[in-house]
């Protein structure tokens, strides 16, 4: 909770338009960057603390229990044990006592920023984890919990997305310094989730497989090295991770609804769509109804929207063929290295249109394809997919011209 800024292009071979598709749905507010869920138990027991707490006391109903003779160590255990209690207000009420007690305790410091995000403050949160990293940069706890907030809690933008992978990968090298197995495989995890998310799953997978290593049963890591896996094209292997991700998880809607695309990429449709549908049940606020538009009525949009283009568009499209295709072949998607994502809206094939064709090109030179169950999938309403059409198209043609991504999303066209 990938992600999100996943479009690939490959110039002169086959480029491709995913523009923000990932193989799992746009994410809610509530999860921005798909899957979030709350890891402060994690961030809490890994987090190695000098003094020792009592027995937690009993809540007087007023905040933050014991907070006058509580020792900071004591008030940070209070914090977490109600984060993990999802009394958001108690949390925030122990950290901030801890951090009076103690105002550069990078402990105080970092519960205080968790119980900020955990309440879904995110702004404060990640103004409160820069001003623990200010203290202690390469606390592993803190920059662990900054990550999650960067990754799962404002993921989709590309500079917010980095600034998680940073944070994470800084944190690794630190916590394996310390020894600290758990701590690095969690930090591993975050940095998979924010290299899928930013089209890299290439550079994901190593990553997820490290964070496997340290943590053979976490539901999360087996769940995000099968995106990597999907992404990656290696389908049967993203299967077997998905299946053992729901024997850890069962009923998890997110492995549930990978496991409907695989089906879907093999032609299972029953299985696929009894799998979408109760992924859909079980989370009705991720996966929403999908659009119901027939391959005709599919086709009578694109018609629209090449209708709609600019002349000087059109006239460059009598020699492209626009096709509307269900999924990606996968002999496209693996025709380059790294393989394009499954989860493209369009490909256009061939070399540019300054670039003579040659023999290998065959006798369709160029070519443009749209994938309908992509853009349905991506789109919210039919407005939307009325946009994302029109917009991929406009995105495809970019290539056929020469321009690269970077060139589109300058354009507006990502």
Request: with cysteine; net charge negative; hydrophobic share 45%.
């Amino acid at each position: 909770m990938v992600s999100p800024l996943r479009r690939a292009a490959v110039l002169l071979l086959l480029t491709a338009c995913t523009r923000g598709a990932p193989s799992t749905p746009a994410p809610s507010p509530a999860s921005p960057a798909g899957r979030a869920k709350a890891h402060a138990s994690a961030q809490h027991q890994a987090a190695q603390r000098s003094e020792q707490a009592p027995a937690r006391p009993a809540n007087d109903g007023t905040g933050c229990p014991g907070l006058a003779s509580a020792t900071s160590a004591q008030l940070v255990d209070e914090a977490w044990a109600a984060v993990d209690e999802g009394s958001a207000d108690r949390a925030l009420a122990c950290a901030e006592a801890a951090v009076e007690v103690a105002p550069r305790s990078v402990a105080a410091l970092s519960a205080r920023a968790g119980a900020l995000a955990a309440a879904d403050r995110v702004d404060e949160a990640r103004t409160a984890y820069a001003r623990a990293l200010a203290v202690d940069p390469d606390d592993p706890e803190t920059l662990y919990g900054a990550a999650e907030v960067y990754v799962r809690r404002m993921g989709a933008a590309r500079d917010v997305l980095e600034t998680g992978l940073e944070h994470a990968l800084r944190g690794i090298r630190s916590a394996l310094r310390r020894h600290d197995r758990a701590m690095a495989g969690r930090l591993e995890l975050v940095a998979g989730m924010a290299e899928n998310d930013l089209g890299h799953s290439h550079l994901a997978l190593p990553h997820l497989e490290r964070a496997a290593g340290a943590l053979p049963d976490d539901a999360d890591v087996i769940y995000e090295k099968g995106v990597a896996l999907f992404e990656l094209c290696r389908f049967e292997e993203a299967q077997r991770a998905f299946e053992r991700a729901l024997v850890l998880a069962p009923d998890d809607p997110w492995s549930l609804h990978e496991l409907g695309l695989l089906a879907e990429r093999r032609g299972e449709e029953r299985r696929a769509t009894a799998l979408l549908a109760k992924a859909r049940t079980l989370a009705p606020r991720e996966f929403g109804p999908e659009l119901e538009v027939s391959a005709a009525e599919f086709k009578v949009e694109v018609e629209s929207a090449l209708t709609a283009l600019p002349s000087d568009e059109r006239r460059a499209l009598r020699s492209v063929p626009v096709e509307i295709q269900d999924l990606p072949d996968t002999s496209d998607l693996l025709a380059v290295k790294p393989p394009l994502s499954p989860s493209i809206l369009g490909l256009f094939r061939g070399p540019s249109e300054d670039e003579a064709c040659t023999p290998a090109d065959g006798p369709r030179c160029r070519t443009i394809v749209l994938y309908r169950k992509n853009l349905l999938r991506f789109a919210r309403d039919r407005r939307e997919l009325s946009q994302e059409v029109k917009v991929t198209l406009l995105h495809e043609l970019g290539h056929l011209h020469g321009l690269d991504d970077e060139q589109l999303r300058a354009r507006g066209l990502e």
